[in-house]
């Protein structure tokens, strides 16, 4: 299940506003439930896990988008200095201010390209309200 409180935003409308009730789940966490999903010990995976985002950073610092089956793709996205320039002449890699990586998660497409299914969003997701308050959530 997932939880979400009502919110007043800067539209002047409400709207639901997905809250996390807990601590956030750990890379102890991940390997130890991908163990028991799997032949692997948690520390082979626990491993893994941690090996992932250098990984993932060396790929994409190589030109590659990289996709994950079951996850989804990453990649590289980058911003230059001010709105642009004129002529391609002009642009220059020194120009770059800002590098993010973007993901999308791994989704399927049914009848008319129409997306039925996205991996990580579990099929059975149920939303609970939980009470407004302005305590920051744990």
Not at 31 to 58: C, K, N, W
Not at 75 to 84: A, P
Not at 119 to 133: H, P, Q, Y
Request: proline share 4%; aromatic share 6%; with cysteine.
């Amino acid at each position: 299940m997932a939880f979400f409180k009502k919110k007043k935003l800067s539209d002047g409308k409400w709207h639901a506003v997905a809250v996390n009730l807990q601590k956030p789940a750990t890379i102890d966490d991940v390997a130890d439930i991908l163990a028991q999903r799997s032949t692997v010990s948690p520390g082979d995976v626990y491993a893994v896990l941690v090996q992932l985002g250098g990984v993932l950073g060396e790929l994409m610092a190589a030109g590659r988008s990289v996709k994950l089956k079951g996850v989804g793709t990453f990649y590289l996205k980058c911003q230059t200095k001010k709105k642009g320039t004129d002529t391609p002449e002009e642009l220059k890699a020194d120009m770059i201010t800002d590098v993010r990586v973007r993901f999308i998660p791994e989704y399927r497409r049914g009848l008319h390209n129409k997306i039925t299914e996205r991996t990580l969003i579990d099929k059975d997701l149920e939303w609970i309200e939980v009470a407004d308050s302005d305590e920051p959530l744990p």
